[in-house]
């Protein structure tokens, strides 16, 4: 019983999710704001966000029919199944209740009682959060059904757990940290990018008109391509404006991975084989955050 739910969870998911979070506790930390409190509550936060979202995701594709025998990768829980959609609703339901509670709890761990207007506004941003990881695959009018999908992982993967966290810490934005905002969102599309070029023949006989459905693979080879390379140099712009240290650049490491990623990506031919490409990426950003951060204290 356990299994099943944890592997609906898909726990592999949160490394990718938790970057934001990091990176933008490390340019807090950076700047002489730091709360432990904060960073376990942000934390807590997103990887509730995140289940919420595997499950809708499965819950969505599986009771539209998107999860079936053409599909590539991991078979998901109602594809297999293994939970019911009800079970799932549920979940879904639960797991949204308890995520609200811990954000309002990290809300106030940020603001008090003293800064009213701030709690009502990362308040709303936290129903937002809920309902955006809802509504990927889930009703009649899922914008992930309709390519827009990368928008969202852009706002609420890049700038909102980049800039969002950092505000939570520091009750201040620092513009130029947009940058690294944009390469983690950046990045975090590729991810997504990646899924739906894997995806690509089994969402296009299911409807599921992702970017990739809609521009066909060619299109969305380069549109990776730009993807990455436009999140490195994001990051080398944020450190050239600050710059004290060549330490600094060590989030280059980070990028012979994706590079090596990229020299994949285009020799592809069979975008089904790019399966095991999406966790690589995805541990990439991962490590892009930590030695990014590192790099700046």
């Not at 990776?224 to 450190?239: M, Q």
Request: a positive charge.
């Amino acid at each position: 019983m356990i299994n099943k739910w944890l592997s609906a969870a898909r726990l592999r998911t949160l490394p990718l999710s938790l970057s934001g979070i990091i990176l933008a506790s490390f340019l807090a930390a950076s700047d002489g704001f730091f709360n432990w409190k904060i960073f376990i509550f942000a934390m807590l936060t997103t990887v509730g966000f995140q289940v919420i979202s595997n499950f809708a995701n499965d819950y969505g594709d599986g009771v539209k029919g998107t999860d079936n025998d053409d599909r590539v990768g991991p078979e998901r829980a109602l594809q297999s199944g293994d939970i019911t959609p009800k079970q799932m609703k549920n979940a879904i339901k639960i797991t949204s209740f308890f995520t609200l509670i811990v954000a309002i709890i990290l809300i106030y761990l940020s603001f008090g009682k003293e800064n009213f207007l701030y709690s009502l506004l990362f308040f709303v941003l936290g129903l937002l959060s809920i309902i955006a990881a809802i509504k990927y695959t889930v009703g009649k009018n899922a914008y992930g059904y309709y390519g827009l999908g990368d928008i969202f992982v852009f706002l609420f993967f890049g700038l909102l757990s980049v800039c969002g966290t950092y505000f939570l810490y520091t009750k201040t934005l620092d513009y130029t940290n947009f940058l690294p905002a944009f390469s983690v969102g950046l990045l975090s599309i590729g991810v997504l990018n990646l899924n739906n070029m894997r995806d690509y023949n089994s969402d296009k006989k299911s409807n599921k008109k992702t970017l990739v459905v809609k521009n066909g693979l060619k299109f969305s080879k380069y549109y990776h391509y730009f993807l990455l390379f436009a999140a490195f140099l994001f990051s080398v712009i944020f450190v050239v404006i600050h710059f004290t240290s060549y330490k600094q650049f060590l989030f280059i490491f980070a990028f012979i991975p994706i590079f090596l990623h990229f020299k994949t990506v285009y020799q592809n031919k069979d975008p089904v084989t790019l399966d095991p490409e999406l966790k690589k990426l995805a541990l990439s950003t991962f490590l892009y955050s930590i030695l990014f951060g590192l790099g700046q204290l």
